[in-house]
C-alpha cells in the first residue's frame, strides 16, 4: 500500500524510460478520483484540473529531435540560426520565468490551498481505498481462507482417499497373502498330513513288514531246524555211508597195496586222490613222502592199480567225501 | 633159583641117604644138578643092592656061590654099553647106575682097558648145542665112571651131536633111542 | 568199457577235468584213509622172455632164472609165461592195459644179444599202474656164465622195486647126506642161492657141520669129524687150502667170523666145558669170552661187530644170550619158550632170529631187540639153522620133508617159503654167503 502512495507522489522524478505512460496514467487516476471525489463533495474544489494541463505542456518539447534529423544537410546556418533562436529562446524564456515565478507565487498559494485539498481528498480516497481494500483483503482472505479450507477439505478428502485405497490396497494384500498363507499352510499341512500318512503307512507297513519278517524267520528258524534235523539226519546217514565205503576203499587199497621189504613203521605216504562220480581215478597227487622212494611207489602204484573206486551213488555223499581226500599209507602191522 | 633150591634139597636128601629109586626131575638138569647127582651116586652104591634086590636075585642065589653070582651079574650088567637120556638133560637115569657101576669096577680091575664114550643127541634143537649137549652127556658118564673106581686115562670122551642117531627116523621113540652115551671098549 | 574208455581218454584233457573239478568241488571236510596193512601176498611181476640176439647155449632162459629168484625172496609171484598176452621185449611193444588186466603190477622185458663169448643183456622194468619206467640198464657177462648175468638183473630188479638191494649173486654153503650103501657120505658144497651151479668142497665120510662164511666171501670156516672128532678147518675156497685152526681136547665148534675176518669165535671144551672163545687167526691166539659152568656155544658177531650173541642153558634149557661187549654180563634175550638156541642176528641190528621150540615142534622164531617182540617165522616143525640174507630181506634154514631134510627160504618177515631142490639125501647146515662186489 505504502509503495503505491510513494509513487504517486514522486511525479517529479519518475523513470525516463516510459514518462508517457507513467503521466497518462497518473493523469487518469487523479481524473478518476476527482470526478468520483467531486460528485459528493463541496464545489470550493474545482481549481486543481488546470494545473494538471499546465504540466502536461511542459512535457510536450522533449519527443523534438525527431524532427530535426530532417534538416541535416545545412547544419553550419542551422547551427548559426539555432544558436539565435536559442538566444530568444532564452530570453523568452527569462521572460517567462519572470512571469512564471509570479505566477508560480501564485499558483503556490493555489497549490498549496489544492494540495492540502487534494491531500484531505486523498487522505479520504486512502481512507475508503484502505476500507475496500480491507474489505477486498477480508474478502479475499476469506476466499482464499475458503478455497484453502476447500483445498485442505479437497486435500484432507485426497488424503483420505488415498489412505482408503491403501487401506483397501493393504487389506486387500493382506488378504492375499493371508491367502496365499492359508493356502500354503494349508497344502503344508495337507503335505504333512500326506506325509505323516506316507509315514505312518510306512510305519505301519516296517511293523508289518517286521511281524513278517517275525513270522517269516520263525517259520524260518522252525523250518531250519527241520532241515538241520533233517540234514543232520542226512549227514548221519551221508557219514554212515561214507563210513562204509571208506571202509570199502580201505580194504580194496589193502589188498592192492604191497609194501616194500624196505618198509618201516615209521614211513608215512600221503596221496591225495581225486575221484570221478563213476568211482574212477582223475589224479593221483604224493603230498608228502616216506623218504623211501620204493615206499611212495607201492603207494602210488595201490592206489592207481584200482580200476573203480566203491563210491556212494549218492552224488552229494560222493562230492562231500569222496571227490578229493587223502590216503596215508603207514604199516601198522609189518609181516 | 631153581638151582639153589634143587642144590640145597638135593644135599639134605644126600645127607639123608634116602636117595633110593628116587627119579630126580628130569627137566631141571644143568651142570651142578649133574655134579650133585654124580656125587650122590657114589653114596648110592649101596642103594643098587635095593634096586638089584629083586625076587629074581633072591632065586638065583641059591644055585650059585656068592662070587660066581656077582661075577655072573656083573657080566650081565657089563653087556648092556648104551645108556640113554632125556631130552636136553644129562643125567644119568637111575635103571643105568648099576650097569655103570658094573663098567668101572671092571675098568678099575682091568686098568689097562680104554674106554671111548660117545655122546649122542637126537635130531631135535640145534646141531651145535646137541655137539655140546652130546659131550656133556659124555662127560656126565665119565664122572660117574670115575667116581666109582676107573682112572681119568682110561677114558675118552666124543660127541657126535646128533650127526649120528642110532636110529633114523623123527618118532619119540628113535629119539628116545638117539639120545645116548656109548661105551666103546677098544 | 568204462576202464578203456578212460584208458584211452587223452591225459591233458583228464588233468584239466581233474582240475576243474578241484575248483568247482565246494570246500568240505577232507577225508582221511589210512591204510596200515597191505597185500598178505607176493607182488605180481611178469618177467617176459628176453629175446635173443645170437645162439645162446642150452639150458635155463635167463628170464626164468630171474622169475625163480625173485619167486624165491617170497615177495614177488611172477606170471608164468604162457599166461602173458604178449611177450613185449621192448618199451615200445608193451601194452600196459594188457599187463593191468592181468592184474600185474610190473613187467620186465630184455633181450640178450651175444657178441663172441660175451652176452649183453639190455632190460627195463615198468611199474605197470604207473606206466613208468623204473628201470633200464644193461649188462654183460660170457656165454657160460649167464646165470651170473641172471642173478645180477635179479638184484637190480629186486633193489628197483623193494628199495634193498638184491642177494641173488650170493653164495650159498651147505652141507649134504647122502646115505647110500648104508655109509653116509657128507659133502660140503657151495652153490647159487637157488642151489644151482653147486660144488662140492670137500667130502667126508665124517659129519661136516657149521659151515660159516668170512666177510669176503673167500673162505670158509667149518667144523670135521674127518679126524673122529670136531675140529675147525678154514677152508679158502679159491684154492681148496685147508687149516686146521682149532684142534683142542673135547669140543671145537661152532665157527663164527668176526666182521674184519681177522678172528673166528669158537665154542670149545678144552677146559672141561664148552665155552666161548676168539681165536685170532694170524696167531692163533684165544681169547675166553665166556665162563660158565653151562653149555655156552653158537656165538655170532653182532652188527656192530662189538657184542655177541651166543646160545647157554645156563637159566635151565638153552636161551639166547647177549654179551653188549667182550667181558660184559650177558643178558637174556629170549623168553618166549624153553629151548631158543643159534642165534643169527640179521645186519640191521633190528633182529635176532634162531631156533625156538613151541610144543614138541622146531620153528625158526625172530626177536625185535628194540621192542623184545617174539615172532615165530616157520610152519614146519624141526626146523634147523637159520641163516640170514646179507640183505636182511630173506632167510634159509633146514627141516624136514618126509625123511630128508631140506633147504627151505622164506622172507625174513616170514612170508611164502621157497623149498630149494633137493639133491639125493639131507641137506642141512645152510650159510648164507655176504654180498661180494
Given at each position: 500500500?505504502?509503495?503505491?502512495e510513494?509513487?504517486?507522489?514522486?511525479?517529479?522524478?519518475?523513470?525516463?524510460?516510459?514518462?508517457?505512460a507513467?503521466?497518462l496514467?497518473?493523469?487518469?487516476v487523479?481524473?478518476?478520483?476527482?470526478?468520483?471525489?467531486?460528485?459528493?463533495?463541496?464545489?470550493?474544489h474545482?481549481?486543481?484540473?488546470?494545473?494538471?494541463?499546465?504540466?502536461?505542456?511542459?512535457q510536450?518539447?522533449?519527443?523534438?529531435?525527431?524532427?530535426?534529423?530532417r534538416d541535416?544537410p545545412?547544419?553550419?546556418?542551422?547551427?548559426?540560426?539555432?544558436?539565435?533562436?536559442?538566444?530568444?529562446?532564452?530570453?523568452?524564456?527569462?521572460a517567462?520565468?519572470?512571469?512564471r515565478?509570479?505566477?508560480?507565487?501564485?499558483?503556490?498559494?493555489?497549490?498549496?490551498?489544492?494540495?492540502?485539498?487534494?491531500?484531505?481528498?486523498?487522505a479520504?480516497?486512502?481512507?475508503?481505498?484502505?476500507?475496500?481494500?480491507?474489505?477486498?483483503?477480508?474478502?479475499?482472505?476469506?476466499?482464499?481462507?475458503?478455497?484453502?479450507r476447500?483445498?485442505?477439505?479437497?486435500?484432507?478428502?485426497?488424503?483420505?482417499?488415498?489412505?482408503?485405497?491403501?487401506?483397501?490396497?493393504?487389506?486387500?494384500?493382506?488378504?492375499?497373502?493371508?491367502?496365499e498363507?492359508?493356502e500354503?499352510?494349508?497344502?503344508?499341512?495337507?503335505?504333512?498330513?500326506k506325509r505323516?500318512?506316507a509315514?505312518?503307512r510306512?510305519r505301519?507297513?516296517?511293523?508289518?513288514?517286521?511281524?513278517?519278517?517275525?513270522?517269516?524267520?520263525?517259520?524260518?528258524?522252525?523250518?531250519r531246524?527241520?532241515?538241520?534235523a533233517?540234514?543232520?539226519?542226512?549227514?548221519?546217514q551221508?557219514?554212515?555211508?561214507?563210513?562204509?565205503?571208506?571202509?570199502?576203499?580201505?580194504?580194496?587199497?589193502?589188498?592192492?597195496?604191497?609194501?616194500?621189504?624196505s618198509?618201516?613203521?615209521?614211513?608215512?605216504?600221503?596221496?591225495?586222490?581225486?575221484?570221478?562220480?563213476?568211482?574212477?581215478?582223475?589224479?593221483?597227487?604224493?603230498?608228502s613222502?616216506?623218504?623211501?622212494?620204493?615206499?611212495?611207489?607201492?603207494?602210488?602204484?595201490?592206489?592207481?592199480?584200482?580200476?573203480?573206486?566203491?563210491?556212494?551213488?549218492?552224488?552229494?555223499?560222493?562230492?562231500?567225501y569222496?571227490?578229493?581226500?587223502?590216503?596215508?599209507?603207514?604199516?601198522?602191522?609189518?609181516? | 633159583?631153581?638151582?639153589?633150591?634143587?642144590?640145597k634139597?638135593?644135599?639134605?636128601?644126600?645127607?639123608?641117604g634116602?636117595?633110593?629109586?628116587?627119579?630126580?626131575n628130569?627137566?631141571m638138569?644143568?651142570?651142578a644138578?649133574?655134579?650133585?647127582?654124580d656125587?650122590?651116586?657114589?653114596d648110592?652104591s649101596?642103594g643098587?643092592?635095593?634096586?638089584?634086590?629083586?625076587?629074581?636075585?633072591?632065586?638065583?642065589?641059591?644055585?650059585?656061590?656068592?662070587?660066581?653070582?656077582?661075577?655072573?651079574e656083573?657080566?650081565?650088567?657089563?653087556?648092556?654099553?648104551t645108556?640113554?637120556?632125556?631130552?636136553?638133560?644129562?643125567?644119568?637115569?637111575?635103571?643105568?647106575?648099576?650097569?655103570?657101576?658094573?663098567?668101572?669096577r671092571?675098568?678099575?680091575?682091568h686098568?689097562?682097558?680104554r674106554?671111548?664114550?660117545?655122546?649122542h643127541a637126537?635130531?631135535?634143537?640145534?646141531?651145535?648145542?646137541?655137539?655140546?649137549?652130546?659131550?656133556?652127556?659124555?662127560?656126565?658118564v665119565?664122572?660117574?665112571?670115575?667116581?666109582?673106581?676107573?682112572?681119568?686115562?682110561?677114558?675118552?670122551?666124543?660127541?657126535?651131536?646128533?650127526?649120528?642117531?642110532?636110529?633114523?627116523?623123527s618118532?619119540?621113540?628113535a629119539?628116545?633111542?638117539?639120545r645116548?652115551?656109548?661105551?666103546?671098549?677098544? | 568199457?568204462?576202464?578203456?574208455?578212460?584208458?584211452?581218454?587223452?591225459?591233458?584233457?583228464?588233468?584239466?577235468?581233474?582240475?576243474?573239478?578241484?575248483l568247482?568241488?565246494?570246500?568240505?571236510?577232507?577225508?582221511?584213509?589210512?591204510?596200515?596193512?597191505?597185500?598178505?601176498?607176493?607182488?605180481?611181476?611178469?618177467v617176459?622172455?628176453?629175446?635173443?640176439?645170437?645162439?645162446?647155449?642150452?639150458?635155463?632162459?635167463?628170464?626164468?632164472?630171474v622169475?625163480d629168484?625173485?619167486?624165491?625172496?617170497?615177495?614177488?609171484?611172477?606170471l608164468?609165461?604162457?599166461?602173458?598176452?604178449?611177450?613185449?621185449?621192448?618199451?615200445?611193444?608193451?601194452?600196459?592195459?594188457?599187463?593191468r588186466?592181468?592184474?600185474?603190477?610190473?613187467?620186465?622185458?630184455?633181450?640178450?644179444?651175444?657178441?663172441?663169448?660175451?652176452?649183453?643183456?639190455?632190460?627195463?622194468?615198468f611199474?605197470?599202474?604207473?606206466?613208468?619206467?623204473?628201470?633200464g640198464?644193461?649188462?654183460?657177462a660170457?656165454?657160460?656164465?649167464?646165470r651170473?648175468?641172471a642173478?645180477?638183473?635179479?638184484?637190480?630188479?629186486?633193489?628197483?622195486?623193494?628199495?634193498?638191494?638184491?642177494?641173488?649173486?650170493?653164495?650159498?654153503a651147505y652141507?649134504?647126506?647122502?646115505?647110500?650103501?648104508?655109509?653116509p657120505r657128507?659133502?660140503?658144497q657151495?652153490?647159487?642161492?637157488?642151489g644151482?651151479?653147486?660144488?662140492?668142497?670137500?667130502?667126508s665120510?665124517e659129519?661136516?657141520l657149521?659151515?660159516?662164511?668170512?666177510?669176503?666171501?673167500?673162505?670158509?670156516?667149518?667144523v670135521?669129524f674127518?679126524?673122529?672128532?670136531p675140529v675147525?678147518?678154514?677152508?679158502?675156497?679159491?684154492?681148496?687150502?685147508?687149516t686146521?685152526?682149532?684142534?683142542?681136547?673135547g669140543?671145537?665148534?661152532?665157527?663164527?667170523?668176526?666182521?674184519?675176518?681177522?678172528?673166528?669165535?669158537?665154542?670149545?671144551?678144552?677146559d672141561g666145558?664148552?665155552e666161548i672163545y676168539?681165536?685170532?687167526?694170524?696167531?692163533?691166539?684165544l681169547?675166553?669170552?665166556?665162563?660158565h659152568w653151562?653149555?655156552?656155544t653158537?656165538?655170532?658177531?653182532?652188527?656192530?661187530?662189538e657184542g655177541?650173541f651166543?646160545?647157554s642153558?645156563?637159566s635151565?634149557?638153552?636161551?639166547?644170550?647177549?654179551?653188549?661187549?667182550?667181558?660184559?654180563?650177558?643178558?637174556?634175550?629170549?623168553f618166549?619158550?624153553?629151548?631158543?638156541?643159534?642165534?643169527?642176528?640179521?645186519?640191521?641190528?633190528?633182529?635176532?632170529?634162531?631156533v625156538?621150540?613151541?610144543?614138541?615142534?622146531?620153528?625158526?622164531?625172530?626177536?625185535?631187540l628194540?621192542t623184545?617182540?617174539?615172532?615165530?617165522?616157520?610152519r614146519t616143525?624141526?626146523?634147523?639153522?637159520?641163516?640170514?640174507s646179507?640183505n636182511?630181506?630173506?632167510?634159509?634154514?633146514?627141516?624136514?620133508?618126509?625123511e630128508?631134510?631140506?633147504?627151505?627160504?622164506?622172507?625174513?618177515d616170514?612170508g611164502?617159503a621157497?623149498?630149494?631142490?633137493?639133491?639125493?639125501?639131507?641137506?642141512r647146515?645152510?650159510a648164507?654167503g655176504?654180498?661180494?662186489?
Amino acid at each position: 500500500m505504502t509503495n503505491r502512495e510513494r509513487k504517486v507522489t514522486s511525479t517529479g522524478t519518475p523513470p525516463w524510460k516510459s514518462p508517457v505512460a507513467l503521466s497518462l496514467l497518473l493523469h487518469l487516476v487523479i481524473v478518476l478520483v476527482a470526478v468520483t471525489g467531486w460528485t459528493w463533495s463541496s464545489p470550493s474544489h474545482e481549481p486543481p484540473p488546470r494545473s494538471i494541463s499546465a504540466r502536461l505542456i511542459s512535457q510536450q518539447p522533449e519527443p523534438s529531435p525527431v524532427v530535426d534529423t530532417r534538416d541535416q544537410p545545412d547544419r553550419d546556418q542551422q547551427r548559426r540560426a539555432e544558436q539565435e533562436r536559442q538566444r530568444i529562446e532564452e530570453e523568452r524564456r527569462k521572460a517567462e520565468e519572470a512571469r512564471r515565478q509570479a505566477e508560480a507565487q501564485a499558483r503556490e498559494v493555489e497549490r498549496r490551498k489544492a494540495e492540502e485539498e487534494r491531500k484531505r481528498q486523498e487522505a479520504l480516497a486512502r481512507e475508503r481505498e484502505a476500507k475496500a481494500k480491507e474489505a477486498a483483503r477480508q474478502k479475499a482472505e476469506a476466499e482464499a481462507k475458503e478455497r484453502a479450507r476447500q483445498k485442505a477439505e479437497e486435500e484432507r478428502k485426497r488424503q483420505e482417499d488415498a489412505r482408503k485405497k491403501a487401506e483397501e490396497e493393504r487389506r486387500r494384500k493382506e488378504e492375499q497373502a493371508r491367502r496365499e498363507r492359508e493356502e500354503a499352510e494349508r497344502r503344508k499341512a495337507e503335505a504333512e498330513r500326506k506325509r505323516l500318512e506316507a509315514e505312518r503307512r510306512l510305519r505301519e507297513q516296517q511293523l508289518e513288514a517286521l511281524a513278517e519278517e517275525a513270522r517269516r524267520a520263525e517259520e524260518a528258524e522252525a523250518l531250519r531246524q527241520q532241515q538241520a534235523a533233517a540234514a543232520k539226519a542226512r549227514e548221519a546217514q551221508m557219514l554212515s555211508e561214507s563210513e562204509k565205503y571208506q571202509a570199502l576203499i580201505r580194504e580194496r587199497l589193502s589188498a592192492a597195496w604191497y609194501p616194500p621189504s624196505s618198509a618201516t613203521e615209521e614211513m608215512t605216504a600221503r596221496l591225495q586222490i581225486t575221484l570221478l562220480p563213476t568211482g574212477e581215478l582223475a589224479d593221483v597227487r604224493l603230498v608228502s613222502g616216506s623218504g623211501n622212494a620204493a615206499f611212495d611207489n607201492s603207494a602210488l602204484s595201490a592206489v592207481r592199480s584200482l580200476n573203480r573206486y566203491p563210491v556212494p551213488d549218492d552224488r552229494e555223499t560222493f562230492e562231500r567225501y569222496f571227490r578229493q581226500f587223502t590216503i596215508e599209507f603207514n604199516p601198522r602191522r609189518l609181516r | 633159583m631153581n638151582l639153589s633150591v634143587q642144590t640145597k634139597a638135593f644135599a639134605l636128601l644126600a645127607t639123608l641117604g634116602l636117595i633110593a629109586g628116587c627119579s630126580s626131575n628130569q627137566t631141571m638138569d644143568d651142570g651142578a644138578y649133574d655134579s650133585a647127582s654124580d656125587v650122590a651116586a657114589i653114596d648110592q652104591s649101596g642103594g643098587s643092592t635095593v634096586y638089584g634086590g629083586s625076587d629074581d636075585g633072591g632065586v638065583s642065589a641059591e644055585t650059585l656061590t656068592e662070587e660066581e653070582r656077582m661075577a655072573a651079574e656083573q657080566a650081565a650088567l657089563r653087556e648092556i654099553t648104551t645108556f640113554y637120556f632125556d631130552f636136553d638133560t644129562s643125567e644119568i637115569k637111575p635103571e643105568a647106575r648099576d650097569v655103570l657101576v658094573a663098567h668101572a669096577r671092571y675098568l678099575a680091575e682091568h686098568p689097562n682097558q680104554r674106554v671111548r664114550l660117545e655122546g649122542h643127541a637126537d635130531e631135535r634143537g640145534t646141531k651145535e648145542y646137541n655137539l655140546a649137549l652130546g659131550e656133556r652127556r659124555a662127560k656126565a658118564v665119565q664122572r660117574f665112571l670115575i667116581v666109582n673106581g676107573a682112572s681119568r686115562g682110561q677114558i675118552e670122551t666124543v660127541s657126535y651131536g646128533e650127526e649120528k642117531p642110532a636110529v633114523m627116523g623123527s618118532t619119540e621113540s628113535a629119539w628116545a633111542q638117539n639120545r645116548r652115551v656109548e661105551l666103546v671098549f677098544e | 568199457m568204462t576202464y578203456r574208455t578212460w584208458m584211452t581218454f587223452p591225459r591233458a584233457a583228464a588233468a584239466i577235468l581233474a582240475a576243474c573239478l578241484v575248483l568247482v568241488a565246494p570246500a568240505r571236510a577232507e577225508l582221511l584213509i589210512r591204510i596200515t596193512e597191505g597185500a598178505d601176498a607176493a607182488i605180481p611181476i611178469s618177467v617176459v622172455p628176453f629175446a635173443e640176439q645170437g645162439a645162446l647155449p642150452p639150458g635155463d632162459k635167463v628170464s626164468r632164472i630171474v622169475r625163480d629168484d625173485l619167486t624165491m625172496s617170497g615177495e614177488f609171484r611172477p606170471l608164468p609165461p604162457e599166461k602173458m598176452l604178449s611177450l613185449p621185449s621192448r618199451r615200445e611193444d608193451v601194452f600196459f592195459r594188457d599187463w593191468r588186466l592181468l592184474g600185474q603190477r610190473y613187467v620186465l622185458v630184455g633181450e640178450l644179444s651175444r657178441q663172441a663169448d660175451r652176452v649183453t643183456a639190455r632190460y627195463e622194468l615198468f611199474d605197470v599202474n604207473q606206466e613208468k619206467r623204473i628201470l633200464g640198464e644193461s649188462a654183460a657177462a660170457s656165454v657160460n656164465n649167464l646165470r651170473t648175468l641172471a642173478h645180477h638183473i635179479s638184484d637190480k630188479v629186486y633193489e628197483a622195486i623193494t628199495g634193498v638191494p638184491g642177494a641173488f649173486s650170493t653164495k650159498l654153503a651147505y652141507v649134504t647126506v647122502d646115505n647110500a650103501n648104508g655109509k653116509p657120505r657128507y659133502r660140503l658144497q657151495v652153490s647159487d642161492v637157488d642151489g644151482k651151479r653147486a660144488r662140492i668142497r670137500l667130502e667126508s665120510r665124517e659129519p661136516i657141520l657149521s659151515p660159516a662164511w668170512s666177510p669176503d666171501g673167500k673162505a670158509l670156516a667149518y667144523v670135521s669129524f674127518e679126524t673122529g672128532k670136531p675140529v675147525v678147518f678154514v677152508h679158502e675156497l679159491a684154492t681148496g687150502k685147508r687149516t686146521k685152526v682149532a684142534d683142542f681136547p673135547g669140543l671145537n665148534s661152532a665157527p663164527a667170523w668176526s666182521p674184519d675176518g681177522k678172528a673166528l669165535l669158537l665154542t670149545l671144551s678144552k677146559d672141561g666145558n664148552a665155552e666161548i672163545y676168539r681165536m685170532e687167526l694170524a696167531s692163533g691166539a684165544l681169547k675166553k669170552l665166556t665162563n660158565h659152568w653151562a653149555i655156552d656155544t653158537e656165538a655170532t658177531y653182532d652188527a656192530t661187530g662189538e657184542g655177541i650173541f651166543f646160545t647157554s642153558d645156563r637159566s635151565g634149557g638153552p636161551q639166547i644170550y647177549y654179551m653188549e661187549r667182550i667181558g660184559a654180563e650177558p643178558r637174556r634175550i629170549t623168553f618166549g619158550s624153553r629151548y631158543n638156541a643159534r642165534p643169527r642176528p640179521d645186519g640191521t641190528g633190528d633182529y635176532v632170529y634162531y631156533v625156538h621150540q613151541r610144543d614138541s615142534a622146531f620153528h625158526i622164531a625172530r626177536t625185535n631187540l628194540k621192542t623184545g617182540d617174539e615172532t615165530i617165522l616157520t610152519r614146519t616143525q624141526s626146523d634147523e639153522s637159520p641163516s640170514v640174507s646179507p640183505n636182511g630181506r630173506m632167510l634159509i634154514y633146514a627141516t624136514k620133508q618126509g625123511e630128508n631134510s631140506v633147504l627151505t627160504v622164506i622172507s625174513a618177515d616170514g612170508g611164502a617159503a621157497y623149498s630149494l631142490p633137493a639133491s639125493e639125501g639131507d641137506v642141512r647146515e645152510p650159510a648164507w654167503g655176504p654180498i661180494v662186489q
